[in-house]
């Protein structure tokens, strides 16, 4: 089920919805959204500072120019699973 | 709960039984204190506790649920609302961000308070009922507590609560009734949450009557494969999936002590809410520490967090599927915790002989009708043995 009104758009800048909170468990973390109450998890450490430093980069693009690329496709795909059930959102 | 996986990590079972840094499913019961005396309360419920934690107390633990980003609480009893600072307590978890999910029977559920939880961000509310008619529901629960709960659940709908709970315990009267269960709650804007019988506290003495029998276990296997994405089931089922096809939605593994635990109302921490015995008590929230370090340290959830074997099960082709189902229903019917569930729905739990374990935390009223069971409906009466703990504290103690 997708929460968010417009789909994932990679040359946007998103941030973490202010409404998650991330907790850091050893695969990775664990995220809960407080407005829909649903968890998520995110099983692997290299994406939770990806997500969690998403909001000071301009687009996803070039957050994810730090990544490195062959993990890129995977990690993409993750960040548009959490913009489908509103746990990254388009920066205002 | 979804996962976003991006690379090959272990699966998330394996990543789950090694434990997680905080509970996910917290069950935190507040009183032993209740209006009822359900004949199959796993939690022997009755008489409130006289070292119940204080206000203060309660709060001092809903800090350290703040601080270990414990996101929800699973809030029960007893019936939680016969503590006179409930809707305190529950503003106060609120205020610090760990929502509550709690049980309740509905008694004090009034109109007032319905509006208000309605009202409310990070509430859920749960009524009990275990049948979807009056006769059925109230051989278990008592006379008049169909009424109770349909009035509460008249007052939710009416407030615009938005997907409350009815959660059912299946037993062998209420299997049937599974398709009256999904329509009440669609009459009524609720969700459905049907959760398995387990032979924990007074559930212990009904459980041979009461339980589900071997065709009904197929039944709910087959209604939840058609049912099973509006209904939850609080992952209780998983013994079932033994049967094949797909597994049904959830982890499908024991979460005892690595993501799931108990606090009860004196502060004892247990590895799950079926577990409440000597055996499955891993610490206090007031000693040194608190309720974190018991969740870190405690000796008894290091060793539920280690891979365990599949013991007499190992050998069965479906172990991967069941994971040798729960182990409070093998605990407390007498088996062993590395053999087939007592409910194992290739006959594998079936005949077993094994002697029950004592109960120690039993805070059951002495003149709860309960006590002299049961649950008669169309069946003759049976009456249960009187426990030697009814008549002293030290008798039978070995």
């Known amino acids: 089920m997708s929460l968010s009104a417009a789909p994932f758009e990679p040359d946007r800048g998103y941030r973490l919805n202010p409404d998650v909170a991330l907790r850091p468990e050893p695969f990775g973390a664990l995220a809960y959204h407080f407005g829909t109450r649903r968890l998520s998890l995110l099983k692997a450490p290299g994406l939770v500072e990806l997500v969690r430093g998403l909001g000071s980069h301009g687009s996803v693009s070039e957050a994810l120019a730090g990544v490195d690329e062959s993990r890129r496709p995977a990690f993409l795909q993750a960040l548009a699973a959490l913009a489908a059930s509103d746990m990254i959102v388009p920066q205002p | ?398």
């Open chain 2, 1 to 398: 709960m979804t996962a976003v996986s991006c690379e090959p990590v272990p699966a998330l079972a394996l990543q789950f039984e090694r434990g997680l840094a905080a509970p996910i499913c917290l069950t935190w019961e507040w009183t032993y204190a209740c209006n009822l005396s359900c004949a199959h309360c796993l939690s022997s419920s009755g008489r409130r506790d006289p070292a119940e934690l204080s206000t203060a107390q309660m709060r001092a633990v809903i800090d350290e649920l703040h601080d270990m980003q414990v996101f929800y609480a699973n809030v029960g009893g007893g019936e939680p609302t016969m503590r006179p600072d409930f809707w305190e307590l529950l503003e106060y978890a609120v205020g610090r961000q760990v929502g509550v999910k709690f049980s309740t029977n509905g008694a004090r559920l009034t109109a007032e308070r319905a509006r208000r939880l309605a009202a409310t961000d990070y509430v859920d509310v749960q009524i009990s009922l275990d049948g979807a008619t009056r006769e059925v529901n109230d051989a278990v629960r008592g006379r008049g507590s169909y009424d109770v709960a349909l009035r509460a659940i008249a007052h939710l709908a009416e407030a615009g609560m938005a997907g409350f709970k009815i959660s059912v315990v299946m037993t062998r009267h209420n299997v049937p009734q599974l398709d009256q269960f999904a329509a009440l709650a669609d009459r009524f804007g609720a969700q459905l949450r049907i959760t398995r019988l387990r032979p924990s506290g007074r559930g212990a003495e009904v459980w041979p009557q009461l339980h589900p029998t071997a065709a009904q276990q197929r039944e709910i296997h087959a209604w939840l494969t058609a049912h099973g994405e509006h209904v939850l089931t609080g992952d209780s089922f998983f013994h079932l999936n033994a049967l094949g096809g797909p597994p049904l939605p959830g982890l499908n593994l024991c979460g005892a002590g690595r993501i799931v635990c108990l606090i009860d109302p004196v502060g004892d921490v247990y590895a799950c809410p079926f577990a409440i015995h000597d055996a499955f008590r891993a610490g206090n929230v007031r000693c040194p520490g608190g309720f974190a370090e018991v969740w870190r340290s405690s000796p008894l959830f290091a060793r539920l967090r280690t891979h365990t074997s599949g013991g007499a099960c190992s050998s069965c082709p479906q172990y991967s599927a069941c994971r040798g189902g729960c182990m409070a229903a093998k605990f407390f019917t007498g088996m062993p915790l590395d053999g087939p569930d007592p409910e194992c729905v290739l006959g594998h739990g079936a005949n077993r002989p094994g002697g029950r374990p004592s109960v120690g935390n039993d805070h059951s009223r002495p003149a709860a009708p309960a006590r002299r069971v049961v649950v008669t409906l169309g069946m003759p009466a049976v009456c249960a043995p009187a426990r030697p703990c009814d008549s002293s504290p030290l008798a039978g103690a070995s």
